[in-house]
Structures are given as structure tokens and as C-alpha cells.
Nanobody
């Protein structure tokens, strides 16, 4: 089992920044792939970013490339999502998720999920 807890969400003006954190416990953190997903009101849950087990590679959905950065600190069992140049379209509940072995962009492939943290971008 892997337990995940997100934090760092909040309200920010367009163009602002937030840094989300995902704290993990349970299974050795370095053995799992970790991704971020988000779900806006009335929309499907969508992939945002994923990072490999050792943090050597990452992948992003097109809409956040150049603005968001995913990173991980395996020594402290943490994954981060730095979000810059935020727009109202980024408003959603953001979830941290984990799975073993290889990364995918499909929410159904992730076995472990946090409870989510709300990000609201508004003027």
C-alpha cells in the first residue's frame, strides 16, 4: 500500500504561481511512478504530469508544458508540482497518484490516490 496526501492548493490570481506537494508513506517511495491529475467541475479527470521512479524523466500534457514542473525527492518521500503562469482554465481539484513500474497517462492505471487539493485561479 501507498498512502498519499496532497497539500499546497489555494486561490491565486491569473499569472500567479502555486507549488503542490504530495507526501507519501507505506511502500518504498522510489519503487513507484507518481503522477498528477486534475478534475474541473463538470469535466473528466485528466492527466497533468508524471515522473519516473528515479526522477530522471517526466512527461506533461500539452496544455501545461512550459508552465508546470514535476519533481520528486525520494529521500523525503515527496513529489512536487510547481505551477507558474496560472490561468482560470487551471482551476480544478488536483490529485497525486502512484503506480508500480512504468508510467501511463490513464487515471484507471493508478492504484493509489490522495484526496485532492483545490486550486482556484480567479481575478
Amino acid at each position: 500500500q501507498v498512502q498519499l496526501v496532497e497539500s499546497g492548493g489555494g486561490m491565486v490570481h491569473p499569472g500567479g504561481s502555486l507549488r503542490l506537494s504530495c507526501a507519501a508513506s507505506g511502500r518504498t517511495f522510489s519503487t513507484v511512478v507518481v503522477g498528477w491529475f486534475r478534475q474541473a467541475p463538470g469535466k473528466e479527470r485528466e492527466f497533468v504530469a508524471v515522473i519516473t521512479r528515479a526522477g530522471g524523466n517526466s512527461f506533461y500534457t500539452d496544455s501545461v508544458k512550459g508552465r508546470f514542473t514535476i519533481s520528486r525527492d525520494n529521500a523525503n518521500n515527496m513529489v512536487y508540482l510547481q505551477m507558474n503562469s496560472l490561468t482560470p482554465e487551471d482551476t480544478a481539484v488536483y490529485y497525486c497518484a502512484a503506480r508500480q513500474w512504468t508510467f501511463t497517462t490513464f487515471a484507471s492505471d493508478y492504484a493509489y490516490w490522495g484526496q485532492g487539493t483545490q486550486v482556484t485561479v480567479s481575478s
